[in-house]
Each structure stands twice: as C-alpha cells, then as structure tokens.
C-alpha cells in the first residue's frame, strides 16, 4: 500500500471506519498524491486525539500523537487548520470510531 496516493488511502480509511461501525468524514482535502494525513481521532470513552504518521531519522514510520495544549476539540481544530492555514497540502479526516489508531495504521499510513 505504500505506493497507494493518499485520495485512495483516505477513502480505503473512510470504508474501514464505516464498515466498523463508525463515521468518518474528510475535513480537509490536501494534495492527492502525497499529502501529509492528520487525523482527529473521537472515541466516546475518552478525549478527541490528533495522530499524524512521521519518520524517524532512521527511515522508519512511526504514528505520533499531536497535543496541542489542550485535547479539546475546538483546540485540535484550531491546530490543524493553522497546520493547513502553512501547508495547504495537508489532509485532515475526523474519526468516530472505536479503535482509529489501528484502523489508520492498516489503511491510512500501512506500509
């Protein structure tokens, strides 16, 4: 899946959600090909967490979670559309789903 562009990850992310139970809706769209993907994780057990996939200086993947200082919502957005107010190419997608880290780590930023 490495090779997928992130218009096909994202959707692939948006069915898995879906076909789990969840929702899921794209709040921001970013370049097709190869834009960064945040995404605003809701669970109803606990706060709303922000998760983008970054590379470590060894080449490899890892999902880190972004917290802004605060883990309210209307916190998250206001960080991640000043994250895409400075690169417009940046996907955003919102998750209400039980378990979106897993989800993500097999669809949106699989290897």
Do not use: C
């Not at 109803?44 to 998760?51: A, C, E, N, V």
């Not at 996907?91 to 699989?110: G, S």
């Amino acid at each position: 899946m490495s090779d997928w562009p992130t218009h096909l990850r994202v959707n692939a992310f948006v069915r898995a959600v879906e076909q789990a139970g969840g929702q899921a809706m794209i709040l921001a769209r970013g370049d097709r090909e190869s834009g960064v993907i945040l995404l605003l994780a809701i669970d109803r057990d606990g706060p709303p967490r922000l998760f983008e996939r970054e590379r470590k200086l060894d080449g490899s993947a890892v999902i880190a979670q972004r917290s802004p200082e605060s883990n309210e919502e209307t916190v998250l957005t206001a960080y991640w559309q000043r994250r895409r107010a400075s690169d417009p190419d940046i996907w955003v997608v919102e998750a209400v789903v039980a378990a979106a880290e897993r989800l993500a780590a097999e669809t949106l930023w699989a290897d």
